[in-house]
């Protein structure tokens, strides 16, 4: 037959697993640290900054790989910022134990932390004349925990905010009995002339239980004694086609709050 028509098949490209390759034996290009120094923080990619965290992978995935796949599982850095440490360790993925878990988990509240804290430089003293105003304050503190928090807001005579919000209790208010003199303690010290009692609620919908409600005025009764006034307790859930992101005790008069916000 005739050289000249022979039909040859194009060589297929020759692919490389190195999800197993050990990080140190890869080129500098493809470790998280190296790229991290070299192309800046901005340039890398999500998993490359996990895998800096995570420092490690197993013997039969290298931490690049590790990083990706708890990306994968968590659906993304999003979400993956929203989690929890219990939630971190029921994800089950094998190289990511205990350690890591609390690491991640510590670097992840830091960075909770670090947002509100910009955000409340950059907007104090914040003005609170409506409950969406305490909302936006309020929500990049608010979101995503696993437990109900309650915290107080304290108001000068201008309803701008005193410091930051306070947390009381972290559970369920009414599991975790605490004395007014203690609630307001803060508010008495800052000779605050208001404050604002803010809670989430866990599950996302913000429809306050009977228990809310009766907490509220009970604590509305003790805070008038001390002569302080409270505003208005706002709870606070998520967003959703349905329902509204938070809710306001006064704007949906289940309790009297009597003083009027000017």
């Not at 290009?29 to 420092?55: H, M, Y």
């Not at 993925?93 to 670097?107: C, N, P």
């Not at 604002?196 to 003790?222: C, K, M, W, Y």
Request: proline share 6%; charged share 25%; hydrophobic share 40%.
């Amino acid at each position: 037959m005739d050289q000249q028509h022979l039909k040859t098949e194009p060589e297929a490209p020759v692919t490389y697993d190195i999800s197993a390759v050990p990080i140190k034996e890869l080129p500098e290009s493809l470790r998280p640290r190296e790229e991290f120094e070299a192309r800046g923080a901005g340039a890398v990619s999500d998993d490359t900054l996990l895998a800096i965290i995570l420092r490690s992978g197993t013997p039969q995935k290298n931490v690049h790989t590790l990083a990706r796949e708890i990306l994968i599982k968590c659906g993304g850095l999003e979400q993956l910022s929203k989690m929890s440490l219990e939630e971190l360790r029921c994800l089950e993925i094998k190289g990511f134990g205990k350690v890591k878990t609390l690491e991640l988990a510590s670097a992840l509240e830091i960075g909770r932390r670090t947002s509100m804290m910009v955000s409340s430089v950059k907007e104090e003293p914040t003005s609170i004349r409506q409950p969406n105003s305490v909302y936006r304050f309020m929500a990049p503190l608010a979101h995503n925990l696993s437990q109900e928090v309650f915290w107080v807001i304290m108001l000068n005579i201008k309803n701008r905010v005193i410091g930051k919000p306070v947390e009381v209790t972290r559970g369920l208010l009414n599991s975790s009995p605490v004395h007014p003199r203690e609630m307001f303690r803060d508010a008495v010290r800052h000779s605050a002339a208001a404050v604002i009692l803010v809670h989430n609620h866990p599950s996302g919908d913000p429809t306050p239980s009977n228990e809310d409600v009766a907490i509220t005025r009970r604590l509305i009764e003790a805070a008038r004694i001390m002569g302080i006034s409270i505003l208005d307790h706002i709870i606070i859930g998520s967003p959703s086609l349905d329902r509204d992101a938070y809710l306001s005790m006064r704007e949906r008069k289940l309790v009297n709050f009597e003083t009027i916000i000017e």
